[in-house]
């Protein structure tokens, strides 16, 4: 079967919209209309007349995806994607940490579940946690769930920032030795890394940014060869936009195991059955996006 030509056909007849996380297998990025990380993409759904969103991605993002739209029906092809990182820290988890340090401002990365969002003053992103730190007034801030990207915002703040031990672990798997030793293997190349790497990765790299920065990074740095710290999916559109450059990954399989159980297969069978349709609770959806628009007022900082 020309899965494809299929996925193509079912789009147009079911009047759905095809999404892909950055980190999708390739062929998935080839078929979906739009790609790009997890809250873009919802928010680009959402602006869009389509009835159906087919987000090729993990739980929460469809969760996202729903609660942004929610007149829209929102299918998600693999219903077993989810996110290790989101899945440490639940609702429950969040309100203990909450209940140890009172009076702290809740900031939760958008790499989280819709009851940990809805517990939450605010969210934020790789590209814009700074500026969203910045913009808080108080001076004590819980960070959930990745301790990475809490550690590299404190960098930039003098705030008291207190570390839920959250991480993702294809990211914090990535070590400095690896590192220099491609560096050594590839003196002209410039290392470019992404904040929930470990503080020790971040310290040594020459560019830190979200994976939006890394695509403008990659394509405006004049250097032919790069070494990306972050996952491979998104060595397609790297290539794709810099086919005269190099990109060398800081390890090999680093790979999102969930981001890559998405199959044409899978997006082709979703659109013929209509099925694994994510929904959230109403009062859940209705706090969590609060928190989401708090944070779409504030600037990226890439």
């Known amino acids: 079967m020309d899965y494809k030509a299929e996925i193509k056909r079912l789009a147009k007849e079911r009047d759905a919209v095809i999404l892909a996380h950055n980190y999708q297998i390739d062929e998935i990025q080839e078929i979906a209309d739009i790609t790009g990380d997890s809250l873009g993409l919802s928010i680009e759904a959402a602006k869009t007349s389509n009835k159906v969103i087919v987000f090729c991605g993990v739980h929460f993002m469809a969760e996202t995806a729903h609660m942004l739209a929610p007149e829209k029906t929102v299918l998600l092809p693999r219903l077993d994607a989810g996110c290790p990182m989101a899945d440490m820290i639940t609702g429950e988890k969040l309100a203990e940490f909450k209940a140890q340090h009172p009076g702290a401002v809740t900031v939760c990365y958008v790499n989280s579940t819709a009851e ?176 989401i628009e708090r944070m779409l007022a504030i600037p990226r900082n890439e």
């Not at 769930?145 to 705030?159: C, E």
């Open 116 to 291: 940990v969002k809805a517990q939450s003053d605010l969210c934020c992103t790789s590209g814009n946690a700074v500026n969203v730190i910045k913009s808080i007034q108080s001076d004590k801030i819980l960070f959930v769930p990745d301790k990475n990207l809490g550690n590299y915002v404190q960098r930039f703040t003098d705030k008291e920032i207190i570390l839920y031990p959250g991480f993702c672990p294809i990211h914090n798997r990535v070590t400095v030795p690896e590192i220099q030793q491609l560096r050594r293997e590839n003196p002209d190349a410039v290392v470019v890394a992404h904040p929930e790497c470990p503080p020790a990765v971040v310290d040594i790299a020459d560019h830190v940014c979200s994976t939006s920065g890394i695509y403008t990074y990659c394509k405006t740095n004049p250097a032919k060869k790069f070494i990306i710290a972050t996952e491979t999916g998104v060595g397609y559109r790297l290539r794709l936009e810099n086919p005269d450059k190099t990109f060398l990954f800081a390890y090999e399989g680093f790979t999102c195991k969930n981001m890559k159980k998405t199959t044409l297969k899978d997006v082709y069978e979703c659109l013929l059955n209509m099925g694994n349709v994510i929904t959230v609770d109403k009062d859940v959806a209705k706090k969590a996006v609060t928190c």
